[in-house]
T-cell receptor, first 113, second 114 residues
Framework: NAGVTQTPKFRVLKTGQSMTLLCAQDMNHEYMYWYRQDPGMGLRLIHYSVGEGTTAKGEVPDGYNVSRLKKQNFLLGLESAAPSQTSVYFC???WGAGAGELFFGEGSRLTVL | GESVGLHLPTLSVQEGDNSIINCAYSNSASDYFIWYKQESGKGPQFIIDIRSNMDKRQGQRVTVLLNKTVKHLSLQIAATQPGDSAVYFCAENRARNAGNMLTFGGGTRLMVKP
């Protein structure tokens, strides 16, 4: 099993451009998450999904949109990228609520110039 | 405000020694805590977890201690090895009914000296 796979792994954007990060998991997990990680800081939750067709805002949702059209995929979109969105983005998935580990992808490094 | 934090940003230990990484939390309603290890260029990996109805849990070479009185969490690594060099995050689950949302601390970098 591949676990959690993120694409692309690296991307450079100009301010104002749009892009989509794709996360795919093959563990049949119900819950999926997008986090961002900035230097010297922990992971901050952007958006999450508790099942196919559902999404919810996390701690830092502004400037991002998400979609969960299929259970195995969770997309993170930036409609108009800003330099403040330069970060490493991690997708994660888990079985369900309340407990249990999150399985993380390898990360996607995004630079906005 | 409510937060999950760490006492030390960097910890340097000699190979073979025991390591102790500390974490403070401020939300007494948190009932689940996890430690993650993140190696350079990789995503976080689960190490061990503990529920608030426990004060100690052991894994392979790792032990997590929870002191609810002072809202303190620690990760102990026995016989630290070079492969243990990484950033360690503690995380707490604050909203069990709103998904498995974890709040992460800032991380402690563990450096193992040969």
């Amino acid at each position: 099993n591949a676990g959690v796979t993120q694409t692309p792994k690296f991307r450079v954007l100009k301010t104002g451009q749009s892009m989509t990060l794709l996360c795919a998991q093959d563990m049949n997990h119900e819950y999926m998450y997008w986090y961002r990680q900035d230097p010297g800081m922990g992971l901050r939750l952007i958006h999450y999904s508790v099942g196919e067709g559902t999404t919810a805002k996390g701690e830092v949702p502004d400037g991002y949109n998400v979609s969960r059209l299929k259970k195995q995929n969770f997309l993170l979109g930036l409609e108009s990228a800003a330099p403040s969105q330069t970060s490493v983005y991690f997708c994660a998935s888990s079985w369900g609520a309340g407990a249990g580990e999150l399985f993380f992808g390898e990360g996607s490094r995004l630079t906005v110039l | 405000g409510e937060s999950v934090g760490l006492h030390l940003p960097t910890l340097s230990v000699q190979e073979g020694d025991n390591s102790i990484i500390n974490c403070a939390y401020s939300n007494s309603a948190s009932d689940y805590f996890i430690w993650y290890k993140q190696e350079s260029g990789k995503g976080p990996q689960f190490i061990i977890d503990i529920r608030s109805n426990m004060d100690k849990r052991q894994g392979q070479r790792v032990t997590v201690l929870l002191n609810k009185t002072v809202k303190h969490l620690s990760l102990q690594i026995a016989a630290t090895q070079p492969g243990d060099s990484a950033v360690y995050f503690c995380a707490e689950n604050r909203a069990r009914n709103a998904g498995n949302m974890l709040t992460f601390g800032g991380g402690t970098r563990l450096m193992v000296k040969p």
